[in-house]
């Protein structure tokens, strides 16, 4: 992460923001090519649109799973969890 000095011309990268103090951060989003640490993940919650059955969403979470084994054998991975879903993730 990269931060700068807000200014009067400044952009406040975050939406609803309207007046920053200190130093603003900043992100980027890297190309999947270049080098970095780890791939993120989030794991879905409870809610999100996994399909119209149990058995549809527990499809789509082994899917979600899959992708996570299938690039840990070559970088870490970082899954971000909700505690309610702690026990299906």
Known sequence: MTTGAASASSTV??????EA????????MPAETEPHECTWMAWPTTGYTLGDTTEEADQARATWAAVARAVAPFEPVRMVVSPGDLAVA
């Open 13 to 18: 990268p975050f939406e609803g923001v309207t």
């Open 21 to 28: 103090r200190g130093p603003v951060p900043t992100w980027r």
